[in-house]
C-alpha cells in the first residue's frame, strides 16, 4: 500500500511539474511572440492581434477577449474579441459593475456556474452580452496590473459547457497575463516612442520646410504626405474652415493614389459638427448610418471620390477656435482605426495646428512684404513715369515675377459699350498688343460680382483666347475697383497645368489689386491733370491769338483785305476745318458773314443761334464734346454743319461785342 500510494504521489507530482512546465512554456512563448513582435516594429495592434491568438490556442474557450479600461471615463474598449471562429469589432462602451468590481478589487473573477443569477447577484440587474455575442456559461476575467493600477483584462469564456476553467487553467492565465501586461506596457512605451518620433518627424519635415521658406500650400503636401505614409488609409485630406463664409477649402486630398483638387464647397454637417463641438470624430463602422444619427443628414462624399467604411476626423485648433481638421478614411473595410491611429493623428494635428499656424503668419509676411514691394515700385513709377501705359507696363512687370503664370492681362473695361481695352499682355515672354474687343461673360461676372473668379480646371472652356495667344489651363482674374465701380481686372493664366492657383496666390493678387487700384488712379488722375493742363494752355495761347486779331481787326481801315487775312491766319494757325468770322449790323439788326471757309454761311437777322449767344454774353465759347447737349444747354438753334468741336471768341469794341470769330473742327472732339 505504501508503494501505491508512493506511485500515487508521484503521478501527481508529475502531473502538477508537467502543467508548470506546460504554464511555463506557454509564457515563455508568450513573451518570446511579444518580443519578436517588438522587434519586428508591429504597432500596438499588431501585438494585441498576436497576443490573442495566441491564448486561443492554449484554452477550451469560444471566446476571448484582451480590453483595455480608462478609469477616467470609465470606458472599456476592445482591442481583440472572438466568438466561435468570427472577429468582431464591438464599439467602446461603459464600464458595467461587473468591470468596475475588476477594477476595484483588482482580482480574477470567476464564474463556472450558474452565470447569468450570479451576474445579476454582483450586478443587481440582469446579465447582458456584448451587442453580436451570446452569454456564456463559463467565465473568467484576469486583470492586466500595471503599478498596481488595472489597466485593461484578459478574458475566456465558454458558451457550451459549466466548469469549463480548471485550477490550471485559471493559474496560467494568471501567470500570463501577468506576464503579459509587463510585456504590452513595455510594447506600448515602445508604441508611443515610435508615435512620438512620428510625430517629431511631421514636425520637423514642417520646420524644416520653414527654413526652406516653402509657402503655405508646399506645408500642406508635405505634412499630407507624412500622414500618408504613417497610416492604413486611401483617403487623406487637410482641409480649413471660413466659417463666415461657410464654406471649407481643399488644400490637400488624396484617394486611392490619385491627388484630387476639389473646389470649395459649402461646409457638410460633418465638419458643422467637428466646428461646434471641438473635437474628434471617430466612426469605425456603419459609416453612413451613423453619419446620418449624428448630423440628421446623409453623408456627402467630395465629389469624385467614394464613400468610406471607416473615419477619422481630428479637428485642428488654434487657441478655441476650430480652423480645420485632418482626415483619414478607408474605403475597403470597417474598424480601420485603433486607439493608437487616434492618439498618434491627434498628437501631430496638435502640433501640426501650431505649426501651420507659425508657417502661415510667416507666408503672410512674405505676401506683406511682396504687396508692400509692388507697391513701393508702382510708387517709384510715379516719380520716374509721367505716362499712365508706363504704369501699366511696370506693374505688369512686377506681377510676372512674383507668380507662376505664363500670361499675365491688365485690362480697362468700358460696360457701356461693352469692350475691353487690353493695357497690358504679356505671354511665354512675348509681349502683345491686341485691338480692343467686346468682353465675354467672366468680365460681365467681374462687372456684376465685383468678386475674384478663379477657375482651375476647364478654363480652356471659359477662355476668350486673344489672337496669337494659347488656351490657358487655369485662370484668375481680381477686379480693380474705383469708388465700388469695376474698372478693369488683373488676371494670371497658366498655359501649362491645372490647379496653378492656390488661396494664397488670390489672396495676394487681391490685396495687391486693392492697393494697386488706388496708386494707378492717382497715376491717371495725374496725366489726366497734365493733359488738361497742357490742353487749357494750348487753348489760352490760341485765344490770345484771337484776341489778337480782334484788336487789330479794329484798328485795320481796310476792311475787306483784314477780313481776309484774319480769316486765312485763322484757318492756318488752328488747321481748322469751318472758319467764320460775323459782324452784327446793330441798326438793320442782321448778322453778315464777310469771310467762310468750310461751310458756307448768308446774311440773316439776329436771331438765336450760337453766334448770337456769344456776341449777346461777350464770353468766348468753347464746346469740344457733345455739340447737341451743348446747344440744347444753351437752347440756341443749331445752324450749318454739324461738328465734334468749337471755339468762338466775340470781336469786343469798347464795351460791345460786334461779331465773333469761329474755327470748327469736323472729325477730333
Known amino acids: ?109 470567476l464564474i463556472n456556474e450558474d452565470l447569468t443569477q450570479k451576474v445579476a447577484e454582483i450586478t443587481g440587474i440582469p446579465a447582458k452580452a456584448v451587442p453580436g455575442t451570446q452569454m456564456p456559461k463559463s467565465l473568467l476575467f484576469v ?127 460633418v465638419r458643422k459638427w467637428i466646428i461646434n463641438n471641438s473635437c474628434l470624430l471617430l466612426i469605425n463602422e456603419d459609416a453612413k448610418n451613423k453619419v446620418f444619427e449624428i448630423t440628421g443628414e446623409k453623408l456627402s462624399p467630395v465629389p469624385g471620390t467614394r464613400l468610406p467604411k471607416s473615419m477619422l476626423f481630428v479637428p485642428l485648433i488654434i487657441g478655441n477656435e476650430v480652423k480645420g481638421c485632418v482626415s483619414l478614411q478607408n474605403l475597403d473595410k470597417e474598424n480601420a482605426f485603433s486607439e493608437s491611429d487616434v492618439q498618434l493623428l491627434s498628437t501631430i494635428s496638435n502640433s501640426m495646428s501650431v505649426a501651420l499656424e507659425n508657417a502661415r503668419l510667416f507666408n503672410e509676411t512674405e505676401l506683406r512684404n511682396a504687396e508692400l514691394a509692388v507697391i513701393n515700385s508702382v510708387q517709384e513709377g510715379l516719380v520716374s513715369e509721367m505716362d499712365i501705359q508706363g504704369i501699366y507696363n511696370l506693374v505688369g512687370d512686377r506681377l510676372r515675377k512674383l507668380f507662376d503664370a505664363q500670361a499675365v492681362v491688365i485690362a480697362t473695361l468700358i460696360p457701356k459699350e461693352k469692350k475691353e481695352i487690353f493695357n497690358y ?20 461676372q467681374l462687372i456684376d460680382t465685383r468678386e475674384y473668379i478663379c477657375i482651375n480646371k476647364n478654363a480652356s472652356k471659359l477662355a476668350k483666347v486673344v489672337p496669337g495667344t494659347k488656351e490657358p489651363k487655369s485662370m484668375l482674374f481680381v477686379p480693380l475697383i474705383i469708388s465700388d465701380t469695376v474698372e478693369g481686372y488683373i488676371s494670371l493664366q497658366n498655359i501649362d497645368r491645372e490647379n496653378a492657383f492656390n488661396d494664397s496666390d488670390i489672396r495676394l493678387l487681391n490685396t495687391l489689386a486693392n492697393s494697386m487700384t488706388v496708386t494707378l488712379e492717382n497715376a491717371r488722375l495725374f496725366t489726366e491733370t497734365t493733359r488738361l493742363l497742357g490742353e487749357t494752355e494750348q487753348w489760352a495761347t ?70 448770337e449767344k456769344i456776341i449777346i454774353t461777350q464770353e468766348p465759347l468753347l464746346i469740344n464734346q457733345n455739340l447737341n447737349e451743348a446747344y440744347d444747354k444753351l437752347k440756341a438753334e443749331k445752324r450749318g454743319k454739324m461738328v465734334e468741336s468749337y471755339l468762338g471768341v466775340p470781336i469786343i469794341m469798347g464795351k460791345k461785342a460786334i461779331g465773333v470769330i469761329s474755327v470748327q473742327s469736323i472729325e477730333y472732339e
Open 1 to 109: 500500500m505504501k508503494k501505491s500510494g508512493t506511485i500515487t504521489k508521484d503521478i501527481d507530482q508529475i502531473y502538477i511539474l508537467s502543467n508548470q512546465l506546460k504554464q511555463r512554456e506557454a509564457e515563455l512563448s508568450l513573451i518570446k511572440s511579444v518580443q519578436e513582435a517588438i522587434a519586428a516594429e508591429v504597432d500596438m495592434q499588431g501585438i494585441y492581434d498576436l497576443v490573442g491568438d495566441k491564448i486561443r490556442d492554449l484554452f477550451d474557450a469560444q471566446v476571448v477577449g484582451i480590453y483595455t479600461i480608462d478609469p477616467d471615463k470609465k470606458m472599456e474598449y476592445f482591442h481583440y474579441l472572438y466568438e466561435d471562429g468570427s472577429r468582431i469589432f464591438p464599439s467602446p462602451r461603459p464600464l458595467d459593475k461587473i468591470r468596475l468590481l475588476l477594477v476595484e478589487t483588482k482580482e480574477l473573477i
Open 143 to 269: 486583470p492586466m496590473l500595471v503599478r498596481g493600477k488595472v489597466t485593461g483584462y484578459v478574458s475566456i469564456q465558454n458558451l457550451d459547457k459549466e466548469h469549463a476553467f480548471r485550477d490550471s487553467d485559471v493559474g496560467l492565465l494568471s501567470t500570463l497575463t501577468n506576464t503579459m501586461s509587463s510585456a504590452l506596457e513595455n510594447a506600448r512605451l515602445f508604441n508611443e516612442s515610435e508615435q512620438r518620433n512620428a510625430e517629431l518627424a511631421v514636425i520637423n519635415s514642417v520646420q524644416e520646410g520653414l527654413s526652406a521658406e516653402m509657402d503655405i500650400q508646399e506645408i500642406y503636401d508635405l505634412v499630407g504626405n507624412k500622414i500618408r505614409d504613417l497610416f492604413d488609409s486611401q483617403v487623406t485630406g487637410i482641409y480649413t474652415f471660413d466659417k463666415e463664409a461657410g464654406i471649407e477649402n481643399f488644400h490637400y486630398l488624396f484617394e486611392d493614389g490619385e491627388r484630387l483638387y476639389p473646389e470649395s464647397r459649402p461646409l457638410i454637417p
Open 425 to 444: 499682355i504679356y505671354e511665354n515672354g512675348a509681349r502683345h498688343y491686341p485691338e480692343d474687343r467686346t468682353y465675354n461673360n467672366i468680365r460681365q
Open 542 to 611: 490760341e485765344m490770345q491769338t484771337v484776341n489778337n486779331i480782334s484788336r487789330a481787326l479794329v484798328a485795320q481801315l481796310e476792311f475787306d483785305a483784314l477780313v481776309n487775312l484774319v480769316g486765312e491766319q485763322m484757318k492756318d494757325t488752328f488747321k481748322a476745318d469751318i472758319v467764320y468770322l460775323a459782324i452784327h449790323d446793330a441798326e438793320s439788326s442782321m448778322l453778315h458773314f464777310p469771310y467762310n471757309y468750310g461751310d458756307y454761311a448768308e446774311s440773316r437777322p439776329f436771331g438765336n443761334g450760337i453766334t
